[in-house]
């Protein structure tokens, strides 16, 4: 496992005149990511308080999780996470979670560079990521960085869903 804690990753760039920079998660940033979450995907709210609880209950004991927030102009306006979700450390989910727009702008291409340098970092050789079918943001910024959809599907009172996935090696 990758040890992350006490790195400074600050990393920022000017984009429109707008500082961007992306640093290390702390716990008590479990209170932005609902309001995150729900600017992402606003047609899920219920799915965005079940998507924050499993984030909040994540056994890093167990498996690698890397996650941080981009800030634009001292606000934070995005949240980005690789999680290993399973026993192979060959895969990790991606999360990238802002407004669409921030998604396919500045904050989501900062946030994605900087998440794909610390997957190389790792055992990992693909990242995947499962969105809903009718994010479309999602779906055109996955594509645009070379994910695949890999698969469709729709679990039981739930939206359907897809999954999209990188080879990183």
Known sequence: HLQTVGLCWYDGEHREGNMIRVRPFHSSDFGLLLE????AVPFAPEGNEEWLKYRK????????????IAEENGEATGYGCLEQQSDDPGWLRIFLVCHPEKLGGAVGTKLFDHLL???????ATNL??????????????????????????????ELPMVVYALKIV
């Not at 995150?36 to 600017?39: E, G, R, V």
């Open 36 to 39: 995150l979450a729900n600017q």
């Open 57 to 68: 209950s994540f056994d890093e004991t167990r498996f690698f999780r890397y996650h941080c």
């Open 117 to 123: 340098e610390k997957a190389k970092m790792t055992p």
């Open 128 to 157: 995947w990521a499962r969105e809903y079918q009718r994010d479309r943001a999602a779906e055109k910024f996955f594509k645009e960085h070379g994910f695949e959809e890999v698969n469709r599907f729709e679990l039981r009172d």
